[in-house]
């Protein structure tokens, strides 16, 4: 089977930086996706890592290796309206679409 | 605004009603999904269509029932539902059938079954 575990909540300050962790255990690996989504919203795509390293976009960036099963994303220089649900997510084993983790809410403080 | 939208936004229905959703995709992609999210539940693959041929049904009682007739459309019909099946309905699309690079979501419909 496939799962992805991530942490429930993590707050912090405006300014600050945090790293959201996600590990997953899969039986076929294609690449590790963020999704960010606000409240009330739409789950919108951040990015995707298919091979080990550190993607950088803009504030944001996501890391990803392969041989720990293991990736995380980091958001720099926090703002208020980061404050959203992050969710990690691996495609399933036939290759037709996303499991998502259970998400973590980021809560951001001034 | 994301490129998918979707219709009702908010829908209240008792158990023996019948109800459709729609979902509508102007980016010209090739598969749709439709999500199931609950509350302090991740969210739940429900249906893939790849170019209107559905590829896979994640186990999903048969009071849902998907219908694809182009690549920029897709609907998820409902009868006979349970409580349990309130929850936000999620379509998403992406340009091809492996998703990782990017699924697109619409902003959901709020469904509540009394």
């Known amino acids: 089977g496939q799962s992805l575990e991530q942490p429930s909540e993590v707050t912090a300050v405006e300014g600050a930086i945090v790293q959201i962790n996600c590990t997953y255990q899969?039986?076929?690996?294609?690449?590790l996706s963020w999704y960010q989504q606000h409240d009330g919203g739409a789950p919108t795509f951040l990015s995707y890592?298919?091979?080990?390293g550190l993607e950088e976009t803009g504030r944001f960036s996501s890391f990803l290796s392969r041989s720990d099963s293991y990736g995380y994303l980091l958001l720099q220089e926090l703002q208020m309206k980061d404050s959203a649900s992050y969710f990690c997510a691996v495609i399933n084993q036939a290759g037709t679409a996303l499991i998502f983790g259970k998400g973590t809410t980021l809560s951001v403080s001034s | 605004e994301t490129g998918v939208t979707q219709t009702p936004r908010h829908l209240v229905m008792g158990m023996t009603n019948k109800k459709s959703l729609k979902c509508e995709q102007h980016?010209?992609?090739?598969?749709m999904y439709w999500y199931k999210q609950s509350a302090k539940k991740p969210l739940e693959l429900m249906f893939v269509y790849n170019f209107k041929e559905q590829t896979e049904n994640n186990s999903v009682p048969s009071r849902f029932s998907p219908e694809c007739p182009n690549s920029s459309h897709l609907f998820l019909h409902l009868h006979t539902l349970q409580p349990e099946d309130s929850a936000l309905y999620l379509c998403?699309?992406?340009?091809?059938?492996?998703?990782?690079?990017?699924?697109?979501f619409g902003p959901g419909t709020r469904l509540t079954v009394l």
């Open positions: 899969t039986s076929g690996f294609y690449g």
């Open positions: 890592n298919a091979l080990d």
């Open positions: 998403a699309s992406s340009q091809d059938l492996l998703a990782g690079e990017g699924q697109y």
């Open positions: 980016l010209g992609h090739n598969a």
